[in-house]
């Protein structure tokens, strides 16, 4: 599901130790990038013309660098989206002394190509199984009498949360 051969790697993380245990290190991004990659359900955040929040789950798959999603294009998120393209997708586990939780801040891009949609959606397939089925035209997803939009995040930060011993806050900065 990594597929990521021409993506720069991010710098180093660097853990804050503020908020993590003395004994904490980063993570190598190669393992962060794979919880990314493997995470079955994310939650985004997106913002209102008004200002207030709007989050909801969602499945993603990660190619290329990036986190990609669909959604429908009179979806509150899309709409969002098409106002303030800034954007925040979380995952982890629900758990406070285990697992690792990751936050992907960037902005997101609209897909439309169909060639990258088509690879796109054999992602989803492989990942989330025959309901995940797409047929790609004019620039969307299909999937029987809807449309969705397909949504690039390629990030900007991610914060990473180890959780249990030992707790420990990490930051991977991309530009």
């Known amino acids: 599901m990594t597929d990521v051969p021409d993506t720069p790697a991010p710098p180093e993380g660097r853990v804050d130790p503020r908020y993590s245990d003395q004994r904490a290190g980063a993570p190598p991004w190669p ?13 985004i955040s997106t913002v209102r013309p008004d200002g207030r929040p709007h989050v909801t789950p969602l499945p993603a798959v990660w190619s290329s660098g990036a986190l990609h999603f669909c959604t429908g294009p009179e979806e509150r998120k899309a709409r969002n ?43 989803w397939e492989e990942k989330y199984g025959d309901f995940w089925r797409f047929e790609v035209r004019d620039g969307h997803f299909h999937h029987g009498l809807g449309r969705a939009v397909v949504f690039s995040v390629a990030p900007h930060t991610v914060f990473g949360f180890g959780k249990g011993e030992p707790f420990s806050q990490t930051r991977w900065r991309f530009v």
Do not use: S
């Open 31 to 43: 393992e962060v990038e794979r919880l990314i990659a493997e995470a079955e359900l994310f939650w």
């Open 81 to 123: 989206l098409a106002e303030n393209p800034h954007t925040v997708l979380t995952t982890g586990v629900n758990t406070w002394a285990r697992g690792y939780d990751v936050v992907v801040e960037g902005r997101a891009e609209r897909v439309t190509d169909d060639a990258r949609l088509r690879g796109l959606a054999a992602l």
